[in-house]
Protein backbone atom coordinates (compact mmCIF):
# COMPACT_ATOMS: atom_id res chain seq x y z
CA UNK A 1 0.00 0.00 0.00
CA UNK A 2 1.41 3.60 -0.85
CA UNK A 3 0.80 6.35 1.34
CA UNK A 4 -2.17 7.82 -0.60
CA UNK A 5 -4.26 4.69 0.19
CA UNK A 6 -3.54 4.35 3.71
CA UNK A 7 -3.97 8.25 4.26
CA UNK A 8 -7.43 7.59 3.42
CA UNK A 9 -8.08 4.33 5.15
CA UNK A 10 -6.52 6.63 8.65
CA UNK A 11 -8.94 9.38 7.61
CA UNK A 12 -11.55 7.24 6.83
CA UNK A 13 -11.45 5.31 10.31
CA UNK A 14 -9.77 7.21 12.79
CA UNK A 15 -10.31 11.04 11.36
CA UNK A 16 -6.64 11.64 11.17
CA UNK A 17 -6.14 13.25 7.91
CA UNK A 18 -2.35 12.23 6.79
CA UNK A 19 -0.47 9.13 6.16
CA UNK A 20 0.65 6.09 9.08
CA UNK A 21 2.52 3.30 8.62
CA UNK A 22 0.46 0.51 9.95
CA UNK A 23 -3.41 0.60 10.49
CA UNK A 24 -4.41 -2.59 12.92
CA UNK A 25 -8.50 -3.83 12.55
CA UNK A 26 -9.31 -5.81 15.22
CA UNK A 27 -11.55 -8.79 14.59
CA UNK A 28 -11.72 -9.29 18.86
CA UNK A 29 -14.06 -6.06 18.95
CA UNK A 30 -17.27 -5.15 17.42
CA UNK A 31 -20.51 -6.47 16.55
CA UNK A 32 -19.54 -9.53 14.53
CA UNK A 33 -16.39 -10.25 17.48
CA UNK A 34 -17.82 -13.60 18.41
CA UNK A 35 -17.82 -15.42 15.24
CA UNK A 36 -14.26 -14.98 13.87
CA UNK A 37 -10.95 -16.72 15.54
CA UNK A 38 -9.10 -14.47 13.26
CA UNK A 39 -7.09 -11.05 14.99
CA UNK A 40 -8.02 -9.16 12.63
CA UNK A 41 -6.53 -7.38 9.68
CA UNK A 42 -3.29 -4.85 9.34
CA UNK A 43 -2.24 -2.29 6.35
CA UNK A 44 1.56 -1.21 6.09
CA UNK A 45 2.32 1.43 3.70
CA UNK A 46 5.53 0.08 2.10
CA UNK A 47 5.55 3.61 1.06
CA UNK A 48 6.27 4.60 4.51
CA UNK A 49 8.10 1.88 5.59
CA UNK A 50 11.06 2.08 3.39
CA UNK A 51 11.00 6.20 3.85
CA UNK A 52 11.32 5.01 7.54
CA UNK A 53 14.20 2.37 7.14
CA UNK A 54 16.11 5.05 5.41
CA UNK A 55 15.19 7.98 8.01
CA UNK A 56 16.28 5.25 10.83
CA UNK A 57 19.12 3.67 9.24
CA UNK A 58 17.94 -0.10 8.91
CA UNK A 59 16.86 -2.08 6.04
CA UNK A 60 13.14 -2.36 4.40
CA UNK A 61 12.56 -5.60 5.77
CA UNK A 62 13.28 -4.87 9.24
CA UNK A 63 11.22 -1.86 9.60
CA UNK A 64 8.88 -3.86 7.96
CA UNK A 65 8.99 -6.81 10.78
CA UNK A 66 9.00 -4.08 12.94
CA UNK A 67 5.49 -2.65 11.79
CA UNK A 68 4.12 -5.94 11.71
CA UNK A 69 5.06 -6.86 15.24
CA UNK A 70 3.95 -3.09 16.72
CA UNK A 71 0.25 -3.93 14.20
CA UNK A 72 0.01 -7.43 16.22
CA UNK A 73 0.40 -5.54 19.58
CA UNK A 74 -2.35 -3.24 18.51
CA UNK A 75 -4.55 -5.89 17.73
CA UNK A 76 -4.14 -8.09 20.95
CA UNK A 77 -4.76 -4.68 22.99
CA UNK A 78 -1.71 -2.76 23.01
CA UNK A 79 -1.67 0.85 22.75
CA UNK A 80 1.16 3.10 22.72
CA UNK A 81 -1.55 6.59 22.78
CA UNK A 82 -3.19 6.20 26.18
CA UNK A 83 -0.06 7.18 28.04
CA UNK A 84 3.25 6.94 27.98
CA UNK A 85 2.75 4.33 30.51
CA UNK A 86 1.59 2.39 27.67
CA UNK A 87 3.57 3.59 24.98
CA UNK A 88 6.83 1.96 27.13
CA UNK A 89 5.11 -1.25 27.97
CA UNK A 90 4.19 -1.54 24.24
CA UNK A 91 7.99 -0.66 23.11
CA UNK A 92 9.42 -2.88 25.42
CA UNK A 93 7.01 -5.99 24.02
CA UNK A 94 7.86 -5.09 20.86
CA UNK A 95 11.40 -4.84 20.93
CA UNK A 96 11.20 -8.13 23.22
CA UNK A 97 9.34 -9.91 20.25
CA UNK A 98 11.55 -8.37 17.48
CA UNK A 99 14.53 -9.74 18.98
CA UNK A 100 13.29 -13.17 18.73
CA UNK A 101 12.72 -13.09 15.31
CA UNK A 102 15.53 -11.10 14.09
CA UNK A 103 18.13 -10.57 16.98
CA UNK A 104 20.24 -7.78 14.84
CA UNK A 105 17.04 -5.98 14.73
CA UNK A 106 16.76 -3.54 17.56
CA UNK A 107 16.31 0.13 16.50
CA UNK A 108 14.20 1.49 19.20
CA UNK A 109 12.00 3.64 16.39
CA UNK A 110 8.69 1.72 16.45
CA UNK A 111 6.89 4.42 16.69
Not at 27 to 49: K, Q, T
Not at 68 to 73: A, D, R
Amino acid sequence: MDNIHIRELNNLYRGIDSPTNVLSFSMLEGEFSSISNLLGDLVISAERAEEESIESGITFDQRMSQLLVHGILHLIGYDHEISDEDAFEMEKKSLELIRLIEPDNDELDFF
